[in-house]
């Protein structure tokens, strides 16, 4: 069984406000650039959401023992996207592989994980 642990980052706004996301998005990086050693991207997609808003999904997979540091690195992004653009919405959720959920809940995966 393949054992990563995912972050998903979910991010909703209005279709009108498309091109700001995008500027401060941009603006973001330059300032901070990703840093591989805490987070991998795996995959950014887009689609829509509720009420006709654009929905953007970011999916990476965090390195061992930086769940906090990717949680916090991508907050601050987002706070920074909802202070330049109107009506921002995010959700940002740390999704473990079965084996570190079971340590989670104290106890022991079975064998055949």
């Known amino acids: 069984m393949l054992k990563l642990t995912i972050l998903l980052n979910?991010?909703?706004?209005?279709?009108?406000q498309s091109n700001k996301i995008a500027k401060a998005y941009v603006?973001?990086?330059?300032?901070?650039?990703?840093d591989n050693t805490i987070q991998k991207t795996i995959c950014v997609a887009i689609g829509t959401g509720e009420n006709g808003?654009?929905?953007t999904y970011g999916v990476s997979q965090i390195k061992k023992?930086?769940?906090?540091?990717?949680?916090?690195?991508?907050?601050k992004a987002?706070?920074?996207?909802?202070?330049?653009?109107?009506?921002?919405?995010y959700?940002?959720?740390?999704?473990?592989?079965?084996?570190e959920a079971y340590?989670?809940?104290?106890?022991?995966?079975p064998e055949e994980v």
Do not use: H
Not at 10 to 16: G, I, N
């Open 53 to 55: 808003n654009i929905l």
């Open 10 to 16: 979910r991010v909703w706004f209005p279709p009108d």
């Open 103 to 109: 340590k989670i809940l104290d106890i022991t995966p």
């Open 65 to 75: 023992g930086k769940e906090l540091e990717a949680l916090q690195d991508t907050t």
């Open 91 to 99: 959700k940002v959720d740390v999704l473990l592989d079965f084996t």
């Open 27 to 34: 603006d973001w990086l330059k300032e901070n650039p990703p």
């Open 78 to 89: 987002d706070l920074f996207m909802a202070s330049k653009v109107e009506n921002v919405k």
